[in-house]
């Protein structure tokens, strides 16, 4: 049983960046690790999932360009790297593990709590 804690988050203009970190309680170089959106009344949206197994890493294409996805497998530990952000971006951020790479939120068996990133216009 794998457990994740993310940070980072927090206020910050539209333009700015933000480092989100996902810590884990175990191993994840098995793990595909992913990041999901859910702004209020909205369903949980992917941004991104990191194959490292497989040398694969995936970007929601409202994201790609801007966002960067890695991960240090010594520290357990998966980052969200998130640049020129805009006001669409605020949302919880979370991070998720699974056995494959997959873009919907029912592959991932693990997940964490979220941290909520507010971009201001």
């Known amino acids: 049983q794998v457990q994740l804690v993310e940070s980072g988050g927090g206020l910050v203009q539209a333009g700015g960046s933000l480092r989100l970190s996902c810590a884990a309680s175990?191993?994840?170089?098995?793990?595909?690790m992913g990041w999901f959106r859910q702004a209020p009344g909205k369903e949980r949206e992917f941004v991104t999932a990191?194959?490292?197994?497989?040398?694969?890493?995936l970007y929601a294409d409202s994201v790609k360009g801007r966002f960067t996805a890695s991960r240090d497998n010594r520290k357990n530990t998966v980052f969200l790297q998130m640049n020129t952000l805009k006001p669409e971006d605020t949302a919880v951020y979370y991070c998720?593990?699974?056995?494959?790479?997959?873009?919907?939120?029912?592959?991932?068996?693990?997940w964490g709590l979220g941290t909520q990133v507010t971009v201001s216009s």
């Open positions: 998720a593990a699974s056995s494959g790479l997959a873009t919907t939120p029912s592959y991932y068996a693990h």
């Open positions: 175990g191993r994840i170089s098995s793990y595909v």
């Open positions: 990191l194959d490292w197994s497989g040398g694969r890493t």
